[in-house]
């Protein structure tokens, strides 16, 4: 059973305008999330993670929403460059402190010129 | 400051053979974890150690898997016998002792594709 889900396997959008990644989770005990970027031949890289005690966390050109009610979160790039074509993770955990991550399957996005 | 490396990046082996897999972390980090990825598939977790001790060991599959990683720096994942489910990419993770500013993000090292054949 998949506690999280990454229900588009890809996503295409303009150099420019606004992406938008969607995540989907079943565990209420979840208190932690993270999204990963990960290119080609390469590891995740941390990108921007959110506690549950807050629903918006920014860091440049990237926010992320969490709405716990309806257990999902989303990722905003804005605007999108060449450079934000990648696959990217979302992960979660009961604690921040709780090194085991539970990941999704990845939305592989593609930004078009 | 170097980052996580993987050795080799990519295997192929038969079926019934044993295969090794090498991690070094970035040097300081007492947390090393070890994922894997099957095609297209979520990311799952595998083992924990802090340092030399296996914290969390819930993720390995089952006892065809082998984790060490002997003096808390560098570890190995040996797979024997391979079986052609253990396909896939095989990342390593560290990150900083617990109570550290940033100790809850993980580096990753670029993976080892293994294929089982």
């Known amino acids: 059973d998949q506690q999280v889900k990454q229900n588009s396997p890809s996503l295409s959008v303009q150099e420019g305008r606004i992406s938008i990644l969607n995540c989907d989770y079943t565990n209420s005990m979840f208190d932690y999330f993270l999204w990963y970027k990960k290119y080609p031949a390469e590891g995740p890289t941390f990108l921007i993670s959110i506690s549950s005690i807050k629903d918006k966390n920014e860091d440049g050109r990237f926010t992320v929403f969490l709405n716990k009610s309806a257990k999902h979160l989303s990722l905003h790039i804005v605007p999108s460059q060449p450079g934000d074509s990648a696959v990217y993770f979302c992960a979660a955990s009961e604690h921040p402190s709780n090194y085991q991550l539970i990941w999704g399957a990845g939305t592989k996005l593609i930004i078009k010129p | 400051e170097a980052g996580v490396t993987q050795f080799p990046s990519h295997s192929v082996i038969e079926k019934g053979q044993t295969v090794t897999l090498r991690c070094d972390p970035i040097s300081g980090h007492d947390n090393l974890y070890w994922y894997r990825r099957v095609m297209g598939k979520e990311i799952k977790f595998l083992l924990h150690?802090?340092?030399?001790?296996?914290?969390?060991e819930s993720g390995m599959p089952n006892n065809r898997f082998l984790a060490e990683r002997t003096g808390g720096t560098y570890s190995t994942l040996k797979v024997q016998p391979a079986e052609l489910e253990d396909s896939g990419v095989y990342f390593c993770a560290s990150s900083q002792v617990f109570g550290m500013v940033g100790s809850y993000e993980q580096y990753f090292g670029p993976g080892t594709r293994l294929t089982v054949t």
């Open positions: 150690f802090v340092k030399e001790s296996k914290q969390d």
